[in-house]
């Protein structure tokens, strides 16, 4: 068996020129009639060059990261590993990346309408599993857990403060839903949880907002999310399938 995860991040990218113009001292504050022509005379004094089209308004630039290794089952019925494992990260665009990782594919053996087993692990976005999907047609595919975990506590942390046992039941009540596979009755309880809240008082926007994020994110990737097959025994270290 062999295994793939794709993961992308932005790193930060800003000039040693653009740092020493953010840290400069700051300009003092001219007195004038109103907020209106206080603004205006600001945009006077300081011209910005107007960005042109494709340009990015933040010093982040993506980069796109590949690993892959082999898994073979040993005499105990579990899969060993990971063999001949290698890491390629760049910031070509992710067509070179997913071509990088079909050619190493093919270089270990598995063909894109190999019967061997390939699994997919992708940080989430669908173009990924979209584009994957197209030169590993026999693979499966599974979200990385960490990224769903980090969406659920992040909306838990809405309706409960932080470190409290409140909150942590909470998420546990959500994750052992996750493990069991039974997504379908998490959306569920995700959206009878909406429903009791208001549209209109104030304090439920960001709860309402924080939900109804989380719910599209899971339903567009249900079909990544069959967690119930792919279970990991921590203490051996070994995975089994």
Same mark, same amino acid.
């Given at each position: 068996m062999?295994i793939?995860e794709?993961?992308?991040?932005a790193?930060p990218?800003?000039t &040693?020129e653009e740092l020493?113009?953010?840290?400069q001292?700051? !300009? ?7 907020k209106?022509?206080?603004?205006k %005379?600001?945009?006077k004094r300081c ?5 042109k089209?494709? &340009? ?5 630039? !993506? ?8 898994l073979?089952?040993g005499e105990?019925?579990?899969?060993h %590993?990971? @063999?001949n494992k290698?890491v390629?990260?760049s @910031?070509?665009?992710r067509?070179?990346m997913? &071509?990088w990782?079909?050619?190493h594919?093919t270089k270990?053996?598995f063909f894109? $309408?190999? +019967? ?7 940080d989430?976005?669908?173009?990924l599993m ?7 047609? $026999?693979? !499966?595919?599974?979200? &990385?857990?960490r990224h ?5 506590w992040?909306v838990?942390?809405l309706?409960? +403060?932080?470190g409290t046992?409140?909150l942590?039941?909470?998420v546990?009540?959500?994750k052992?839903?996750?493990y069991n %596979?039974?997504i379908e ?5 995700l959206k009878n949880?909406e429903k ?10 960001d709860?309402?907002k924080g939900l109804r994020?989380?719910i ?5 990737r249900v079909?990544m999310?069959? @967690?119930?097959n792919y279970?990991v025994d921590f203490?051996?270290?070994f995975l089994?399938?």
């Open positions: 062999i793939i794709v993961d992308g991040k790193t990218t800003a &040693d020493n113009k953010r840290r001292k700051r !300009s003092i504050k001219e007195k004038s009639c109103c209106r022509h206080r603004g %005379g600001k945009r011209k910005r060059k107007r960005r089209k494709g &340009d990015k308004s933040k010093n982040g630039r !993506s980069i796109t990261i590949v690993v892959m290794y082999t073979k089952k105990d019925g579990l899969l %590993g990971p @063999y290698i390629w990260a @910031y070509a665009p067509r070179v997913l &071509d990782a079909r050619k594919a270990r053996v894109p $309408n190999t +019967k061997k087993k390939i699994h997919i692990a992708i989430g976005e669908v173009c979209q584009g994957l999907s197209k030169l590993f047609p $026999n693979a !499966s595919f599974v979200l &990385d857990i769903l975990e980090e969406k659920i992040k838990g942390r309706f409960f +403060k932080e046992k409140e942590e039941e909470w546990e009540e959500k052992k839903l996750i %596979g039974q009755k998490l959306l569920n309880l949880q009791k809240l208001s549209k209109r008082a104030k304090r439920d926007e709860k309402i994020q989380l599209n994110y899971i339903e567009k079909n999310m069959d @967690y119930k279970i203490e051996s270290g089994n399938f």
